[in-house]
């Protein structure tokens, strides 16, 4: 399979298309992205993990608030994650927990800080080979 998440430029902001073979892969790879732009993930250890869920009514608003609370619980909390797995996942809910560590200043080197997921041009689509997004960031 390709890479599973590429960079899109914008003019405010920054995006990414994910791919998945399976959906749950999809929202495991946006994750991904999401942390891959913040900050590095292989400077991350996964000595924590926290449980992440999110509730939406279709695949476009779920996946954004799973997004969003990733990124919530990094913000509140000081962390960055290495990744993120699914653990559950339906029409309208999606469970699954984020492995990472505390911000360590020394160690974690900054990209991008994200001030929130945004719905601009959002998309989930079912593919020959799986399953495809595209996500917008607010910096």
């Known amino acids: 399979m390709a890479q599973p998440f590429e960079i899109l430029e914008h003019p405010a902001d920054v995006g990414f298309r994910a791919r998945g073979a399976t959906l749950e892969?999809?929202?495991e790879n946006?994750?991904?992205?999401?942390?891959?732009?913040?900050?590095d993930p292989a400077s991350?250890?996964?000595?924590?993990?926290?449980?992440i869920a999110?509730?939406?009514?279709?695949?476009?608003?779920?996946?954004?608030?799973?997004?969003?609370?990733?990124?919530?619980?990094?913000?509140v909390e000081s962390l960055v994650f290495r990744r993120a797995e699914v653990t559950a996942l339906s029409a309208s809910r999606v469970a699954g927990r984020a492995f990472g560590e505390r911000f360590d200043r020394?160690?974690?080197?900054?990209?991008t800080h994200i001030?929130?997921?945004?719905?601009?041009q959002l998309f989930?689509?079912?593919?020959a080979d799986g399953?495809?997004?595209?996500?917008?960031?607010?910096l």
């Open 131 to 138: 399953w495809r997004a595209q996500v917008f960031l607010d």
């Open 30 to 39: 946006s994750a991904l992205a999401l942390f891959s732009l913040a900050c």
């Open 115 to 120: 001030k929130a997921v945004t719905l601009h």
């Open 124 to 127: 989930v689509e079912s593919t």
């Open 106 to 111: 020394a160690r974690h080197a900054m990209h």
């Open 44 to 51: 991350v250890n996964e000595s924590e993990t926290r449980e």
């Open 54 to 75: 999110a509730e939406g009514s279709d695949s476009e608003l779920l996946l954004y608030s799973w997004l969003a609370e990733l990124l919530a619980v990094s913000e």
């Open 25 to 27: 892969k999809l929202f």
